[in-house]
């Protein structure tokens, strides 16, 4: 057995192995997954999850979310109908349009809303914890 190194720990973020899990996944990386997810919670009605879309008699009405918030799709307009046949076909065609890079500016602002939303919390968390008598 090797000697342990301390220079071969690294972030999570920085693994080949484990960058997609938890922190240091780029947005469209978390998005493009979360289309995976949703596809799965179309196919099995019954599987537990929070559900983009709403299938109604004729047609399914869907949006696509990062960080809890929605995407504008088409025409300035954050939900869009499809035909309930073609649900999956156009996921698979917003999930091109992601890895092209179409919403990479939207996700872009998200990503940022994002982050300055956890160092709020994150202060807020500190300045709490430090006002907490010893």
């Known amino acids: 057995m090797a ?3 301390p220079a071969s720990i690294k972030p999570a973020s920085k693994s080949a192995e484990f960058s997609k899990q938890g ?11 979360a289309i995976d997810t949703q596809l799965a919670l ?24 990062y960080s809890n918030r929605a995407l504008v799709l088409k025409d ?8 309930n046949d ?5 996921m698979a065609y917003f999930k ?7 919403y990479a500016d939207q996700l ?11 160092t709020k919390m994150r202060n807020t968390r500190a300045s ?3 006002e907490k008598p010893a």
């Open 108 to 118: 872009t602002e998200l990503e940022a809303a994002n982050e300055e939303r956890k």
């Open 3 to 5: 000697a342990f190194n």
């Open 76 to 83: 300035g307009e954050k939900s869009v109908a499809v035909p």
């Open 86 to 90: 073609q649900f999956v076909g156009a």
């Open 23 to 33: 922190n240091g996944r780029a947005a469209k990386d978390v998005l493009l997954s």
């Open 42 to 65: 179309f196919k099995d009605p019954k599987k537990e999850g929070r559900r983009w879309f709403t299938v109604g008699k004729s047609e399914t009405l869907l949006t696509l979310r």
């Open 96 to 102: 091109g349009e992601v890895e092209k890079g179409t």
């Open 128 to 130: 709490k914890k430090a």
